[in-house]
């Protein structure tokens, strides 16, 4: 029996049986040879190696056709039905979310994507949930009981980035006193999670290329490969297409990671999702402060479901930890950051307020609901025409002491019908100060 010459090329028409029949050539060829010359044995494994990616390849398909083929005709669900219908199939999550559509679409991606090894490139906002997105990918499938590697590849040393991720040899440079097995290794049948891939330097995108290609590692200072089975997830907070195009990041490693994309939307798209979070972090942070869960006046929680969060749930978990710390049973917004905190009413808002209250409730002709109205946008006037006298009728700079979006504060000042340029400071001009 000869060896096979043809090479063993991968594609859509594999199946069991042609496999089987290339693997019996190869056992008869090693069953009947008295003696095998180095470039047999080369050829031999070559074929080997790439029978082995073959069956990996036909049983990803297969799995992953499993995992993504429906019961017949899909219904449309809505965005409640699907999170509870996630929920019935024991979809693991370690933590809580809410109905919107675009957190959705990811879980449901993820839950998919779970049983299979198809690497998977989750990309969002930094504080968005990447690391949790990761650890449920990893729980809903086959690995769950393996290894689960984390890996910051923005946090190591270039000049150290072989050796943490390969391990190395004894000697192999200047204080390597063992031997030392590298995240890859140590993932071994597990998941290796690299978060920050966008901040992998250029040359560790190539070794990284390298070991999605072949399945092996080598460590430094040593001469023989070492195989590995890793699922490998990514993730980035930053648009590796458009570091592609810069030259910055692979294009190739690109789309080895990207098999499975998953884009996690930022908290402000998830308002639903916040009310929940208050409940479940006010929980775990009474547990790790070892008393009851705090309360919240109505002024904060309004507050809080209203804030933009740029960065986005991590920030949320924080100011939450930090008021259940200082808060002790109630939390007010007195116990939010002094850089977030809403600004207090002033005396002369306040003054204002009071008098156009009065004046409407005196008249008789006027609800509750239009004195309040109307106090609010005196109040409201009263404090935007006091602070362009401060900044001279300067927008931007309103703007900024704001902590305002410009475009938001030109609005304001139209509905009040104010112009900034009767607060601008007149100037005398210089022909006028050379008469005087």
Same mark, same amino acid.
């Not at 009851?292 to 924080?318: Q, S």
């Not at 306040?350 to 002709?365: E, I, M, P, V, Y």
């Given at each position: 029996?000869?060896?096979?010459?043809? /090479?063993?090329?991968?594609?859509?028409?594999?199946?069991?049986?042609?496999?089987? #029949?290339?693997?019996?050539?190869?056992?008869?060829?090693?069953?009947?040879a008295s003696r095998l010359e180095r470039p047999e044995i080369e050829k031999l494994l070559r074929q080997a190696n790439a029978l082995r990616d073959e069956v990996m390849q036909l049983s990803h398909k297969e799995r992953?056709?499993?995992?993504?083929?429906?019961?017949?005709?899909?219904?449309?669900?809505?965005?409640?039905?699907?999170? $509870?219908? &996630?929920?019935?199939?024991?979809?693991?999550?370690?933590?809580t979310f809410g109905d919107n559509p675009r957190l959705l679409d990811a879980l449901e991606v993820a839950e998919k994507a779970a049983p299979t090894d198809l690497p998977v490139l989750i990309d969002g906002e930094s504080g968005t949930g990447?690391?949790?997105?990761?650890?449920?990918?990893?729980?809903?499938?086959?690995?769950?009981d393996k290894p689960y590697i984390s890996v910051n590849c923005g946090a190591i040393p270039e000049n150290l980035l072989e050796s943490e991720l390969f391990g190395h040899r004894k000697g192999a440079f200047t204080g390597a006193v063992n031997d030392r097995k590298g995240k890859f290794e140590s993932a071994h049948r597990g998941t290796i999670f690299l978060d920050e891939i966008g901040e992998l330097p250029l040359a560790g995108q190539v070794k990284l290329l390298r070991v999605l290609?072949?399945? #092996?590692?080598?460590?430094?200072?040593?001469?023989?490969?070492?195989?590995?089975?890793?699922?490998?997830?990514?993730a980035t907070n930053r648009n590796l297409r458009k570091q592609c195009e810069e030259g910055s990041f692979r294009e190739d490693l690109f789309y080895r990671l990207s098999v499975i994309h998953v884009s996690l939307p930022p908290l402000r798209e998830r308002k639903d999702e916040i009310p929940l979070l208050f409940a479940y972090f006010c929980d775990e942070a009474a547990e790790a402060l070892k008393? $009851?869960?705090?309360?919240?006046?109505?002024?904060?929680? /309004?507050?809080?479901?209203?804030?933009?969060?740029?960065?986005?749930?991590?920030?949320?978990?924080?100011?939450?930890? $930090?008021?259940?710390?200082?808060?002790?049973?109630?939390?007010?917004?007195?116990?939010?950051?002094?850089?977030?905190?809403?600004?207090?009413?002033?005396?002369?808002?306040? &003054?204002?307020?009071?008098?156009?209250?009065?004046?409407?409730?005196?008249?008789?002709?006027?609800?509750?609901?239009?004195?309040?109205?109307?106090?609010?946008?005196?109040?409201?006037?009263?404090?935007? #025409?006091r602070g362009l006298r401060e900044v001279g009728g300067t927008v931007t700079e309103l703007a900024r002491r704001c902590d305002m979006n410009r475009s938001?504060?030109?609005?304001?000042?139209?509905?009040?019908?104010?112009?900034?340029?009767?607060?601008?400071?007149?100037?005398?001009?210089?022909?006028?100060?050379?008469?005087v």
């Amino acid at each position: 029996m000869k060896i096979l010459d043809q /090479d063993v090329q991968g594609g859509s028409a594999l199946s069991y049986a042609g496999l089987l #029949e290339k693997i019996e050539i190869l056992r008869s060829r090693l069953r009947w040879a008295s003696r095998l010359e180095r470039p047999e044995i080369e050829k031999l494994l070559r074929q080997a190696n790439a029978l082995r990616d073959e069956v990996m390849q036909l049983s990803h398909k297969e799995r992953f056709v499993q995992a993504a083929s429906g019961e017949g005709v899909r219904v449309v669900q809505s965005p409640g039905e699907r999170r $509870r219908a &996630l929920l019935a199939r024991s979809f693991v999550f370690e933590g809580t979310f809410g109905d919107n559509p675009r957190l959705l679409d990811a879980l449901e991606v993820a839950e998919k994507a779970a049983p299979t090894d198809l690497p998977v490139l989750i990309d969002g906002e930094s504080g968005t949930g990447k690391e949790l997105m990761a650890k449920v990918i990893h729980a809903n499938g086959s690995r769950a009981d393996k290894p689960y590697i984390s890996v910051n590849c923005g946090a190591i040393p270039e000049n150290l980035l072989e050796s943490e991720l390969f391990g190395h040899r004894k000697g192999a440079f200047t204080g390597a006193v063992n031997d030392r097995k590298g995240k890859f290794e140590s993932a071994h049948r597990g998941t290796i999670f690299l978060d920050e891939i966008g901040e992998l330097p250029l040359a560790g995108q190539v070794k990284l290329l390298r070991v999605l290609q072949s399945h #092996e590692i080598q460590r430094v200072g040593a001469d023989e490969a070492i195989s590995v089975d890793t699922r490998i997830v990514a993730a980035t907070n930053r648009n590796l297409r458009k570091q592609c195009e810069e030259g910055s990041f692979r294009e190739d490693l690109f789309y080895r990671l990207s098999v499975i994309h998953v884009s996690l939307p930022p908290l402000r798209e998830r308002k639903d999702e916040i009310p929940l979070l208050f409940a479940y972090f006010c929980d775990e942070a009474a547990e790790a402060l070892k008393r $009851r869960p705090v309360k919240m006046t109505p002024r904060l929680r /309004d507050f809080l479901v209203n804030y933009p969060y740029p960065g986005n749930i991590r920030e949320l978990r924080n100011l939450i930890y $930090r008021i259940s710390c200082l808060g002790g049973d109630t939390a007010g917004v007195e116990h939010l950051p002094v850089d977030i905190r809403p600004q207090q009413q002033s005396a002369t808002d306040a &003054l204002a307020a009071g008098t156009a209250a009065s004046s409407l409730a005196g008249s008789g002709a006027a609800s509750l609901s239009d004195a309040k109205r109307a106090a609010s946008d005196e109040a409201e006037r009263a404090f935007l #025409e006091r602070g362009l006298r401060e900044v001279g009728g300067t927008v931007t700079e309103l703007a900024r002491r704001c902590d305002m979006n410009r475009s938001h504060l030109q609005m304001l000042l139209k509905k009040h019908g104010i112009h900034s340029k009767d607060f601008r400071h007149h100037e005398v001009p210089p022909q006028e100060e050379k008469r005087v």
